[in-house]
């Protein structure tokens, strides 16, 4: 096991898949020359050349459709978003492109893409620089959505992303680049897409948390458990398809279950999986199934605001002892 | 402006009132006075009065619904007003969390509920359906438990796991559950079909009851005294009164009146521990343990050392009376200072008795049996009669009991005296 940063993980898997097929490459805003806006990229350009370490404009749309068709045309490409809030300027070419080309073309096209970047707020960068989109992307059919909380689980996703055969959405966070953690250094270690982790065994309420809130759920547990109140952290990995069979597991043996999620409520991650409990595991709940996630508000600027408005431990805490009876 | 009625103390020990009876419906019009409601409490069942005229707005409880002290039943205003702030402030008492945990859907009703997590209410709401979660139900349905029988601990009064649990544990020994096979059935054993086993809901005397002597029984360290009284006198005196003066007593009115006569004697055991202190009561109201077909009521019958057989006698048959029919009003049953309870009658020899709090003593009356005894050397028929007096040493010691019971029995086989 090796202890890397988050960026590192992600480049170290990038960089074993460039190596092994030469089909795959990279291209966004900053990723060669200034080495990537958070260094993901860092020294792929001086390894692999212009040809597969690509700098473009600032026009999300056109280099998102050039990859697009790239892809349909047998390349393997990896498209970095600075953001994705700056990915909705793409939206067309992700949604209506890259997830129905195979299907409008009767299996005849591929789409074999990565779309990444970090996903969600990051201090106080204002309404437009500060939503988490993987609901909304989760919610088209014909894309995976990857939202990972762990260098780990970065690296193995990440390569699993690059195979596939599909359009993948790969989100991280600015917040998380330089968070350390230990890496398999087994030789091509893969972490299969759609399938979660159970990162904290606990048998008194299921968490299920993935990205950035993993973090929260488990400053919580923490503190929770200090009360005799065992949490089981449940980290999704893969937004979608969802690993629905982890979290009944979990919730048949807890009977509780709260969702961290870093979107808003209305049709989101939260409430999707709060539907799936309730269908698949009903006669198993002795609590409501609770979510803890953003309000129905934009990103507020102001700093206590923004603080108020963001998912925070004492928040899941809360609903943890809401449904501690 | 709406008014909420809520559950009256309508006695002293009354936590909760069982709605009996409602004589309105939502829509009629009362005017002050009218009586809306009997409610069934720990000891009778009452009227409840409605003290605005009005229209009955929102009727909450249904009838055999309980529903605690101060618990909301009724709404009485004028039509058309919108009662859901009265409604809600009913519903969630309990501070909502301030903290902006999540979401918009914070505010639905469900969720409000569950932020009030000290609300616990029987089981049956106003709506008379039980609440109980998914996986309570679905225990509760497997194990053959019966949900109105079980309390919740969950907000609202929910009915959640644990408390199906709890519920099971403490009836597996009992009740048959459903579909489990019998345990003996063999083909070469003589089978012996099982018969189902029935719970029975706990009624509110029956509720009062186990609290008040588990508290009594747990709580005062009780010892016993037994005395052997010779009733020859007795059942001559009150053949003589029946058949010169016509005058119908019963041998449990002599023991009242002898008890009276000698707890005035014996103040120690006419007395009351108070915790830093003991009361000893100038009054003697003796309480008479009366069976009913429920349970048990004590009315009391009050200055008894003041008033005479005659007068104990009716006063004692006309409170029975009213017992067993329900009707006695709180004030009969408060205040005493000393109970009996009589067994006599069904050819119990002797038995002990829990003490009736706040009660230092409690007299249990044993059958008059036939034995042989000895007079001038001769064993002759006699008449004898046992009574146990049970004590809180807390109070009283055992040469004082001791005392008390021979002053008692020299009052019952010498009946004359009683009349010093």
Redesign the interface.
């Given at each position: 096991m090796a202890v890397l940063q988050f960026r590192e993980a992600l480049k170290h898997a990038i960089d074993e898949e460039m190596s092994r097929d030469e089909r795959v490459f990279v291209m966004g805003e900053e990723v060669a020359e200034y080495n990537g806006a958070y260094k993901v990229t860092e020294g792929l350009l001086d390894k692999y050349g212009y040809r597969r370490v690509i700098d473009t404009p600032i026009s999300e749309l056109g280099f998102a459709g050039l990859g697009v068709g790239a892809a349909m045309n047998g390349l393997r490409p990896i498209v970095e978003f600075m953001t994705f809030n700056f990915a909705v300027l793409a939206a067309d070419q992700i949604i209506n492109h890259a997830t129905k080309v195979k299907y409008m073309t009767g299996g005849q096209a591929d789409c074999p893409i990565v779309f990444r970047g970090p996903n969600a707020s990051a201090g106080q960068l204002g309404a437009t620089h500060s939503v988490a989109y993987d609901s909304m992307y989760a919610h088209f059919p014909g894309l995976k959505v990857i939202y990972v909380s762990e260098p780990n689980d970065a690296k193995g996703l990440m390569k699993s992303a690059i195979r596939d055969e599909n359009p993948v959405l790969f989100m991280e966070s600015e917040q998380m680049y330089g968070l350390k953690g230990e890496v398999s250094d087994e030789e091509d270690f893969i972490i299969p897409i759609g399938k979660g982790k159970i990162k904290r065994e606990g048998s008194d309420v299921t968490l299920v948390a993935h990205g950035k809130m993993y973090h929260l759920a488990v400053q919580a547990a923490n503190e929770l458990a200090k009360d005799g109140i065992e949490c089981e952290i449940i980290d999704p990995r893969t937004v979608k398809p969802l690993d629905l069979e982890l979290i009944l597991k979990s919730v048949k043996k807890t009977?509780r279950c709260i969702v961290i999620d870093e979107a808003h409520?209305?049709a989101g991650f939260a409430a999707e999986i709060g539907f799936l409990i309730q269908r698949e595991a009903?006669?198993?709940?002795?609590?409501?199934v609770?979510?803890?996630?953003?309000?129905?508000v934009n990103a507020p600027f102001s700093k206590p605001l923004f603080d108020?408005?963001l998912?925070s431990p004492?928040?899941i805490i809360?609903?943890v002892?809401?449904?501690s009876? | 402006m709406a008014i909420k009625i809520e559950m009256p103390k309508l006695s002293d020990t009354m936590e909760e009132g069982v709605i009996a009876k409602w004589n309105v419906n939502e829509g009629d019009s009362v005017s002050a006075g009218d009586i809306i409601a009997e409610v069934e409490t720990d000891k009778a069942t009452m009227d409840v009065e409605v003290f605005d005229a009005g229209t009955i707005l929102k009727i909450v409880p249904g009838e055999g619904d309980a529903v605690p002290l101060g618990g909301l039943i009724a709404i009485v205003g004028e039509v058309g007003e919108d009662i859901s702030s009265l409604l809600d402030n009913d519903s969630s008492s309990a501070p909502t969390n301030s903290s902006p945990v999540a979401e918009d859907d914070k505010v639905t009703k469900a969720e409000e509920a569950m932020a009030a997590p000290t609300a616990v209410v029987a089981p049956s709401q106003g709506d008379g359906r039980i609440k109980a979660s998914p996986l309570a139900k679905k225990i509760a349905a497997d194990k053959g438990v019966d949900l109105n029988s079980i309390s919740g601990s969950g907000p609202e009064g929910r009915i959640v796991k644990k408390d199906v649990e709890t519920a099971q544990s403490a009836t597996s020994s009992t009740l048959t559950r459903p579909g489990a096979p019998a345990p003996m059935a063999s083909s070469t054993a003589k089978s012996f079909s099982s018969l189902a086993s029935q719970e029975v809901k706990v009624s509110q005397m029956r509720k009062v009851i186990a609290k008040r002597l588990s508290e009594s029984k747990f709580t005062n360290p009780h010892f016993y005294e037994t005395i052997d009284i010779d009733m020859k006198a007795a059942i001559e005196a009150r053949t003589q009164l029946k058949d010169k003066l016509d005058i119908k007593i019963s041998f449990n009115d002599i023991v009242v009146k002898a008890s009276a006569v000698a707890l005035s004697r014996h103040q120690a055991i006419n007395s009351s521990w108070m915790g830093d202190s003991i009361i000893e009561h100038g009054d003697v109201h003796i309480a008479i343990a009366v069976a009913i077909d429920e349970g048990l009521m004590t009315p009391v019958l009050r200055h008894v050392d003041q008033k005479g057989l005659v007068q104990i006698s009716s006063e004692t048959r006309e409170l029975a009376g009213l017992a067993r029919d329900r009707k006695l009003a709180p004030e009969q049953m408060e205040g005493s200072t000393f109970t009996i309870s009589n067994l006599g009658m069904f050819g119990i020899e002797e038995f002990t008795a829990i003490i009736n709090p706040p009660n230092a003593c409690i007299l249990a009356v044993g059958a008059i049996r036939d034995v042989p005894v000895v007079e001038n050397g001769a064993v002759v028929p006699g008449k004898r009669m046992k009574v146990t007096l049970s004590s809180d040493h807390r109070i009283v010691d055992g040469a004082k009991a001791a005392e008390f019971l021979n002053t008692l029995r020299s009052l019952i086989e010498n009946p004359l005296s009683m009349l010093l």
């Open positions: 009977n409520p209305f009903f006669d198993y709940l002795d609590a409501p609770l979510r803890v996630c953003l309000p129905d108020a408005w998912p004492k928040q809360d609903a002892k809401q449904v009876y | -």
